[in-house]
């Protein structure tokens, strides 16, 4: 199976599970054929799964998140570590917020 595929198929975790987790976590905020959040999901080689993937085409509250942060724009990928957000950050910040919850 491709990256491309599995980033297709990635299971899609509800609005509220991946802000709840994202207080004190990681919450990536993607949607189907966004280049960027395959870029990030490549980068994370593996890491991804220890955070929370919402789609935000299938979940409404989750794109206007997105939305309420990225200045009305549904930028994404949109990280939320920490209850902090980040548009499209480098995929070492994002590895580092992982790494350091796998301690």
Known sequence: MSVLDRLRG???VP????RAAAE???AI?????CPFCLTLRVGLAGQGGKASWVNIWRDP???AYVRSV???DETVPTVVIDGE???NPPPGLVRAALRS???
């Open 10 to 12: 990635r299971p899609s």
């Open 15 to 18: 609005f509220a599970e991946a």
């Open 24 to 26: 004190n976590g990681v």
């Open 29 to 33: 905020y993607w949607r189907p054929g």
């Open 61 to 63: 509250d989750a794109a």
């Open 70 to 72: 990225n200045g009305g």
């Open 85 to 87: 957000p980040h548009t």
């Open 101 to 103: 919850r796998a301690r």
